[in-house]
């Protein structure tokens, strides 16, 4: 079953107005963009997760569940739920390139900039801990008092993490060999079934498994969705543009902590994928003028990606200006 419909698509449209209204800056833009992005990255997840899983019974999809405790906030992107297992899937909107370093250290690079961000690995497993804290705190408004002391969530209800990332995404660097559960959107839902199939096939298969052993049980699973979506306070998508409106005014210009020019070979998993555009008419055997800035060119070989061997022109104040041409 699916919980609480999401307005993903007005919430999309309230960003693409702010953007086309030219009245942000530079970084208000970016920002906005990284902003609109994200939501669009949850709803593709949400769409694939309702393909799979609308008219399932056993498994309750949570989007956009934002959990408080004890001071503390849980914004979980999406969370799959069933009586063994808890499903948590982190979109990113990796339309370009994210970075994993062998330290397990996250980045995007955008614009040329080296931009480090927050490890989704490590933000999904502080979901999980704070959502099963909650949980075990509220055990009376959900759970029979058969099981008494002897239930102990973090024992039953087994963790799944994912990271989702856009279609056309990629992860790169030494370090991402390390997060095998880092997959493409329309990838997680068969994930799932499969994970969720092995545990019917296993030697103690969930129909033969004692109650006792189930994180809820088939009386108090439906009371827990209903828990969870009465517990919800998340904001909505189109909450969430209303207060980057409002906040617009404290916005600086400033670089984020830890945001560098990007060294050389950094930039190249942004840009060695780049299709060149048409160059400009020139006379033959002369180098074409830059088509952004207007500067001189010269001749160089893309490393990677489908055009890796092909020359092109690209500008000699690179990494200012990114202007490239085709080589004819």
């Not at 309230?14 to 208000?28: C, E, H, I, R, V």
């Not at 517990?231 to 600086?252: C, H, W």
């Amino acid at each position: 079953m699916i919980g609480k419909e999401v307005a993903y698509d007005s919430a999309i449209q309230a960003w693409n107005q702010l953007l086309d209204s030219g009245k942000l800056t530079p970084k208000q833009e970016r920002d906005a963009r990284w902003q609109r992005a994200g939501l669009q990255a949850e709803k593709d997840m949400a769409y694939h997760l309702r393909v799979f899983f609308a008219d399932r019974k056993p498994f309750a999809v949570f989007n956009n569940l934002k959990i408080e405790h004890n001071g503390l906030s849980t914004q979980i992107d999406h969370l799959v739920l069933t009586r063994w297992t808890a499903y948590f899937i982190e979109s990113k909107s990796v339309s370009q390139v994210i970075m994993v370093n062998e330290h397990g250290e996250w980045a995007r690079v955008y614009n040329r900039r080296y931009m480090p961000i927050e490890s989704p690995v490590e933000q999904s497993r502080r979901h999980q801990e704070t959502l099963y804290n909650f949980l075990w705190a509220n055990r009376d408004q959900f759970q029979g008092s058969f099981l008494g002391l002897t239930w102990n969530i973090k024992r039953l209800l087994t963790p799944v993490h994912f990271i989702a990332i856009s279609t056309h995404g990629q992860i790169k660097g030494r370090g991402r060999r390390k997060f095998p559960d880092v997959k493409k959107a329309d990838q997680i839902p068969a994930a799932i079934l499969a994970y969720h199939e092995s545990l019917n096939t296993g030697l103690l298969s969930n129909s033969d498994r004692d109650e006792d052993m189930d994180a809820f049980s088939r009386k108090s699973f439906p009371s827990v969705i209903e828990f969870l979506l009465r517990s919800n306070v998340a904001q909505s998508p189109e909450g969430q543009v209303q207060a980057f409106i409002a906040d617009l005014p404290q916005k600086t210009e400033t670089p984020s902590a830890g945001e560098r020019e990007a060294t050389v070979a950094e930039s190249a998993e942004d840009t060695d994928e780049s299709v060149p555009s048409e160059a400009p008419s020139t006379e033959a055997g002369s180098e074409p003028t830059c088509p952004l800035c207007g500067g001189k060119m010269t001749l160089r070989t893309a490393r990677r990606g489908k055009n890796a061997g092909s020359q092109f022109w690209g500008c000699t104040t690179f990494p200012k200006c990114r202007g490239i041409v085709a080589k004819d």
